[in-house]
């Protein structure tokens, strides 16, 4: 990844969609399958940058080549575009634009204020009931050193290293918003510190914390029995993981048996891992936050029009619910858990 610039790294993953195009679980708002070169820039949503001169270093190392006015991978290109288009799932192009404009936004602070309970640019579905279960989970103190995996702009991990006094180091594989957690915790380096990196590839030494938090990040590894393996790997002997997870059933006649814990995909890896844990179910409440975020959301749909950015109400109504009704286990098609994993 590093040998490429980002133009290149564009051009790999759009001539690669033509040819070999893959659905990935982890998609925000792109159409899978593209047909023209321009379908297949919208996996960069506002980050497309020009491919010109890309297309001609990337013939010069052997990577392109060019028929007429058309360039086509060859060989050795379709391999080096598959491991940068592994490294940057479409996903990873809309969560650089929501940790740009996000933290910028004075209408997605009230939405946070008015739907977790406090500010600390969340995405997703942990209220402040849920990470305080959390915290009680971890028993952190002020000698524990704690990591988390996906940490955006690190203000969960600031409020976690607020209250309990403890080490927090956070990890992201955007960089604008590692970049903007060191900024804002410039003068707490003593007890805080982030890093750019990757769920697949996690660097630090063995033994290095005793304590990993992992809030609905762990659908991003491309290979999750591996990225386990890894994170027990950094915990000190008797150390915790604390994962909230959800699970939801795409496909109509999906067996409703995966949406229990030993059953999800995350329950399944840490069986396969031999890993012991207990879980909270945070289903019916989830739910329930869920309704709250239509409601929240449609009611400030005209405050991120004003502010030009409609596509953060757009992700928030796409993880909402409009069914009124209440939670029903019985026929609900979503799951969602703590897992406290006890090394």
Request: with cysteine; hydrophobic share 40%; glycine share 6%.
């Amino acid at each position: 990844m590093d040998s490429f610039s980002e133009a290149e790294i564009q051009a790999l993953i759009a001539l690669l969609e033509l040819v070999r195009p893959k659905e990935t679980p982890n998609n925000n708002f792109y159409t899978f399958y593209p047909k023209t070169l321009d379908e297949a820039a919208t996996y960069f949503r506002k980050h497309r940058v020009d491919w010109t001169e890309a297309y001609a270093s990337l013939v010069a190392r052997g990577l392109l080549v060019q028929v007429d006015s058309l360039y086509h991978l060859t060989e050795a290109g379709c391999a080096q575009a598959e491991q940068v288009r592994a490294a940057r799932p479409p996903i990873w192009y809309w969560y650089k634009e929501f940790f740009t404009e996000a933290p910028r936004s004075p209408t997605y602070a009230r939405f946070c204020e008015a739907l977790y309970g406090k500010y600390l640019c969340q995405a997703g579905f942990s209220d402040m009931v849920q990470l305080e279960a959390m915290l009680r989970a971890l028993d952190l103190g002020e000698h524990s050193r704690a990591l988390d995996l996906g940490c955006g702009v690190g203000m969960v991990a600031e409020y976690f290293s607020d209250v309990s006094g403890a080490h927090v180091s956070g990890m992201d594989y955007i960089p604008d918003a590692i970049a903007q957690a060191q900024e804002r915790t410039a003068a707490e380096r003593r007890r805080l510190s982030f890093h750019v990196g990757n769920l697949d590839t996690l660097s630090f030494p063995p033994g290095s914390f005793d304590a990993l938090i992992s809030i609905d990040t762990l659908y991003m590894p491309n290979d999750l029995d591996g990225t386990l393996a890894q994170m027990r790997g950094l915990l000190t002997p008797g150390g915790r993981m604390a994962i909230f997870y959800i699970h939801m059933l795409w496909e109509s006649g999906s067996s409703r048996e995966s949406l229990q814990a030993d059953k999800t995909p995350l329950g399944q890896a840490l069986g396969r891992a031999g890993l012991a844990y207990h879980t909270q179910d945070f289903s019916a409440e989830t739910y329930a936050l869920m309704q709250r975020k239509r409601q929240i959301a449609e009611a400030m749909r005209a405050d991120f029009a004003a502010e030009g950015r409609s596509f953060l109400y757009d992700h928030l109504v796409a993880e909402s619910e409009s069914n009124p009704a209440p939670f029903d286990p019985q026929t609900s098609t979503m799951s969602r858990y703590l897992y406290v994993v006890q090394t």
